[in-house]
């Protein structure tokens, strides 16, 4: 290789590895930082909603609580996997994986992990952003407590409204 094919080639090395490393990092030269999305795929399924499914139920039972399942096999019809992932930018990815397994159309077996956040922790894991200003929602029993009890209202006797009018006996008598 010539001296200066040579020279042209070291730039253009340099600068395809440098490429390389700034798509690695979250920020360029430490003042830049690009949007990164949060990617969420599957079906997010929750203790209550696997509580749900038991022995016996129908495949379309099992669709009306859980969803369409990500993966359907068509060389294991028998087996529905409901896969849960979500990336988010400066976080640990979450991965769920439940598999249900049938006996012909009804349900044989669950195979769920034990920590499957509640329907509440699940939406506390992917609140993003904390907002102290934000009003609590909820009164604790202390509070609850400490609240007047509340002040019952009896409504007024129902006047007439227009003339009174004396109305004859409907059979005769």
């Known amino acids: 290789m010539s001296p200066r094919a040579l020279a042209l080639a070291l730039p253009v090395l340099a600068g395809l590895v440098g490429c390389d490393s700034l798509q690695r990092s979250d920020s360029f030269m430490g003042v830049i930082t690009p949007y990164r999305i949060d990617i969420v795929q599957g079906n997010a399924l929750t203790k209550e909603q696997v509580a749900l499914i038991r022995p016996g139920l129908t495949k379309l039972q099992v669709r009306d ?35 249900i397994t049938f006996e012909g ?37 202390a509070e609850r407590a400490a609240l007047p009890p509340p002040r019952r209202f009896e409504a007024p006797a129902a006047e007439p409204i227009g003339p009174v009018r004396p109305y004859p006996p409907l059979e005769g008598s």
Not at 75 to 98: K, M, N
Not at 106 to 135: H, M, N, Q, W
């Open 105 to 141: 159309e009804r349900v044989k077996t669950i195979e769920a992990p034990p920590d499957l956040p509640s329907e509440r922790e699940f939406v506390a894991s992917i609140g993003r952003y904390k907002d102290p200003r934000a009003p609590r929602l909820e009164l604790s029993e």
């Open 65 to 99: 609580v859980l969803g369409t399942p990500l993966l359907t096999d068509p060389f294991h019809a028998q087996r529905w996997d409901y896969l849960f992932t979500l990336r988010r930018p400066g976080t640990e990815p979450q991965r769920r994986s439940v598999v």
